[in-house]
Nanobody, 122 residues
Framework: VQLQASGGGLVQPGGSLRLSCAAS????????MGWFRQAPGKEREFVAT???????YYSDSVRGRFILSRDNNKKMGYLQMNGLKPEDTAVYYC?????????????????WGQGTQVTVSS
């Protein structure tokens, strides 16, 4: 499985961005997808995950502002980010795995995209 994240950029506080994750390879519908982020000098942290059945779970820091979705036919995953804050600034990574798990830790994912930079600043 190969993943490619895109959609990052510079946005003002309170603004929105939609990140996309394009998958190729095995059947996308059998994969759990997750999003993680890493800010400079910090460890990679969990953002959100969506199961093969589209059940989603969010970290406390983004719940209510970010929305996950997926389109299995297009082999795409999306992270809609609203109400962005400066502390959301990071490189965002999409990840995927075929195993059953909570999807809330990085070691539960086998496949990773290359990351896309999100900068929230006025």
């Amino acid at each position: 499985v190969q993943l490619q994240a895109s959609g990052g950029g510079l946005v003002q506080p309170g603004g929105s961005l939609r990140l996309s994750c394009a998958a190729s390879g095995r059947t996308f519908g059998s994969l759990r997808m997750g999003w993680f982020r890493q800010a400079p000098g910090k460890e990679r942290e969990f953002v959100a995950t969506i199961s093969r059945n589209s059940d989603s779970y969010y970290s406390d820091s983004v719940r209510g502002r970010f929305i996950l979705s997926r389109d299995n036919n297009k082999k795409m995953g999306y992270l809609q980010m609203n109400g962005l804050k400066p502390e959301d600034t990071a490189v965002y990574y999409c990840a995927a795995d075929s195993r059953f798990s909570t999807g809330r830790t990085a070691n539960q994912y086998t496949y990773w995209g290359q990351g896309t930079q999100v900068t929230v600043s006025s």
